[in-house]
């Protein structure tokens, strides 16, 4: 089955801290998705990658296609960051749909 | 920036009665999706739409739901007959082609009483 699984699903830091979001997949992907869910529940698209590393601001996501592992880190978290994390990926079967994890309830304790 | 829009922001209806959500999609994006997110739950993929056809759809994406691009702006979303199992929020979202990022709309939160 195809699948994606995020790590840890809580996570609750103090202002400051280094974060970090784990996200695996089962089989091989064309492209993966870092996306942030407000309470409101709107979703704000962060990164889409399908190898490497990308940065923008204080956060960065890099890909381990062999391993098919990605990571999500904030550095020098702040309290407008808590949010949930989504990890979606386009599985390799020529289509374009997101599969999503669950995602990671980040909260940020100033 | 450009940005996806969504209306409305909430429904609320009467179980079997029949609900459009209407999407505006960023203009020179060419493929387009539903998504719905169950309370609690994680977001799972309902259709994509290219050329005017379907795509590909979910096996959530029964007879009961249908996709249309009336014009040459809005993508809407038609559930014929709501059930209360139909409560979500359901977002639009687009990108310019297959492979490209896909960008959200802000949701649309239906409600089935």
């Known amino acids: 089955k195809n699948e994606v699984e995020q790590s840890p699903q809580n996570l609750t830091a103090q202002e400051g801290e280094f974060i970090t979001i784990n996200c695996s997949y089962s089989?091989?992907?064309?492209?993966l998705h870092w996306l942030q869910q407000h309470p409101g529940g709107g979703i704000v698209s962060l990164f889409m990658?399908?190898?490497g590393k990308k940065k923008h601001g204080r956060l960065i996501a890099t890909i381990n296609i062999q391993e098919k592992h990605s990571s999500l880190h904030i550095t020098a978290s702040h309290p407008r960051d808590s949010a949930v994390y989504i990890c979606?990926?386009?599985?390799?079967?020529?289509?374009?749909?997101?599969?999503f994890g669950t995602g990671t309830r980040l909260t940020i304790i100033p | 920036e450009p940005e996806v829009t969504q209306t409305p922001s909430h429904q609320v209806t009467q179980m079997g009665q029949e609900v459009i959500l209407r999407c505006v999609p960023i203009?020179?994006?060419?493929?387009f999706y539903w998504y719905r997110q169950i309370l609690g739950q994680k977001v799972e993929f309902l259709v994509s739409?290219?050329?005017?056809?379907?795509?590909?759809k979910s096996e959530i994406f029964d007879d009961q739901f249908s996709v249309e691009r009336p014009d040459g702006s809005n993508f809407t979303l038609k559930i014929r007959s709501t059930k209360l199992e139909d409560s979500a929020m359901y977002f639009c979202?687009?990108?310019?082609?297959?492979?490209?990022?896909?960008?959200f709309g802000p949701g649309t939160r239906l409600t089935v009483l």
């Open positions: 979202a687009s990108s310019v082609n297959r492979n490209n990022e896909q960008f």
């Open positions: 990658l399908s190898s």
């Open positions: 203009s020179n994006h060419l493929y």
């Open positions: 979606a990926v386009r599985f390799n079967f020529g289509n374009e749909k997101l599969t």
């Open positions: 739409f290219y050329n005017n056809e379907i795509s590909e």
């Open positions: 089989v091989g992907i064309s492209a």
